[in-house]
């Protein structure tokens, strides 16, 4: 797509399989219009293993083992809060854009700046 195509760029949970999350966040700026809204949600990845476990119980206890199995590799791929700050950051965004929503996502809300 052209630069500063869209209006908007929203994706959720589309970020934690990638290999090179960066690029897929620094596109989505490309992309972005002037003033533009970025919306990114995804997984947020567990501190530990004892908080990956009650993360699975508390969403997919009521799963096959198969897709509780599959739901834990999804939360493992996952990014940290951290981590995707440091990303925006490296994009020019502040870091404090980037906010744990609740147990299980992570959210980034930006709007791109105006190139006047």
Known sequence: YDDDRFAAIISFAALHPLQEPLKALA??????????????????????????EQQVQTWARHESQ?????????????????????????????AESVQATDDLFWTWTARKARSD
Do not use: H, K, W, Y
């Open 66 to 94: 198969g897709q509780q199995r599959r739901f834990a590799e999804c939360l493992c791929a996952a990014l940290t809060v951290d981590e995707v700050s440091r990303m925006v950051q490296q994009l020019g965004f502040a």
């Open 27 to 52: 596109e989505a700026v490309r992309v972005s219009a002037s003033d533009g809204l970025i919306f990114f949600r995804d997984f947020r990845r567990p501190e530990d293993p004892a908080a990956l």
